[in-house]
């Protein structure tokens, strides 16, 4: 959604040679996001841990899982 965004506000076209993106056969321009700075990906799996596995939390089996979140369904 973001990349989208991103291609979207530079009106699909390439900042570097002004080169527009194109589905035409034969004249096919893929434009791409480049993260300037990189990626920091051990810092945004930290964040997304610590946000998922945020105790209290329980670790179970597939099936008791799946039949808490359908007892939890029942209940509303």
Do not use: F, Q
């Not at 991103?6 to 076209?13: F, L, P, R, V």
């Not at 051990?42 to 209290?56: A, Q």
């Amino acid at each position: 959604r973001e990349r989208a965004a991103a291609i979207k506000e530079a009106n699909n076209t390439c900042n570097k040679c002004n080169r527009k993106g194109s589905v035409a056969k034969g004249r096919e321009v893929s434009i791409r996001v480049h993260h300037i700075n990189g990626i920091n990906w051990e810092r945004i799996i930290n964040v997304l841990r610590e946000e998922l596995l945020n105790g209290p939390y329980d670790v179970m089996c597939k099936e008791c899982h799946d039949e808490l979140h359908a007892a939890e369904k029942e209940k509303t």
